[in-house]
């Protein structure tokens, strides 16, 4: 049974700051991790994908891959109020078996 | 239309009803998705097609029934559905199943209520 763990939060971040967001995975085989964003009543909305170890940087945000440590996380630099919603880590193993999702963390910005 | 679109976005069913869920892709992807989302639960993968071909049932129970006539659309139909199946049904597709060309992106959703 593949698993991906996030902490559910919320967590509570100043706006300015940065927001740091991890999740775990349990498949070592997996080869693709995507980082999502969904807001409240909404659908999700690719944000990042990363396939290889280190860091990947667009904009404000920051993926960082450490398949040894089965361990993928999300940057948000300068965080915003509009930056607040839910985001959910899914990974792929790389078959035709669509992704396997975490619960997702709830991410404040505070004005 | 652009994206990946889901009609309707609303659906109230009784227990007896028959309803389909429709899903369509205007990205020219060759792999679709349905997925569940219930609340304080992870997204569930339910199917996947291929190509029109259906590669992962994840041991979906057989009152949710998958149709792909085409790469473009996807169909989920519904029948003698119970209370807890009310979540918010999500299509998604990609360029292909697997590997690099996996990036999946999501329709809207129906959010399904069952009486």
């Known amino acids: 049974q593949k698993e991906v763990e996030q902490n559910s939060g919320p967590l509570s971040v100043p706006e300015g700051a940065i927001a740091s967001l991890n999740c775990t995975y349990s498949d070592r085989g997996s080869q693709s991790f995507f980082w999502y964003r969904q807001y409240s009543g909404k659908s999700p909305e690719l944000i990042m994908s990363?396939?290889?170890?280190g860091d990947k940087e667009d904009g404000r945000f920051t993926a960082q891959l450490n398949k040894a440590s089965q361990y993928v996380s999300l940057l948000i630099r300068d965080s915003q109020p509009s930056d607040s919603a839910t985001y959910l880590c899914?990974?792929?193993?790389?078959?035709?078996?669509?992704?396997?999702f975490g619960k997702g963390t709830h991410l404040i910005i505070q004005p | 239309e652009t994206g990946v679109t889901q009609t309707p976005r609303h659906l109230v069913m009784g227990m007896t009803n028959k309803k389909s869920l429709k899903c369509e892709q205007h990205?020219?992807?060759?792999?679709m998705y349905w997925y569940k989302q219930s609340a304080k639960k992870p997204l569930e993968l339910m199917f996947v097609?291929?190509?029109?071909?259906?590669?992962e049932n994840n041991s979906v129970p057989s009152r949710f029934s998958p149709e792909c006539p085409n790469s473009s659309h996807l169909f989920l139909h519904l029948h003698t559905l119970q209370p807890e199946d009310s979540a918010l049904y999500l299509c998604?597709?990609?360029?292909?199943?697997?590997?690099?060309?996996?990036?999946?992106?999501f329709g809207p959703g129906t959010r399904l209520t069952v009486l």
């Open positions: 990363i396939y290889s170890n």
């Open positions: 899914a990974v792929s193993g790389g078959g035709a078996d669509g992704l396997t």
């Open positions: 998604a597709s990609s360029l292909l199943a697997g590997g690099s060309t996996d990036t999946q992106y």
């Open positions: 097609y291929n190509f029109k071909e259906q590669t």
């Open positions: 990205l020219g992807h060759n792999a």
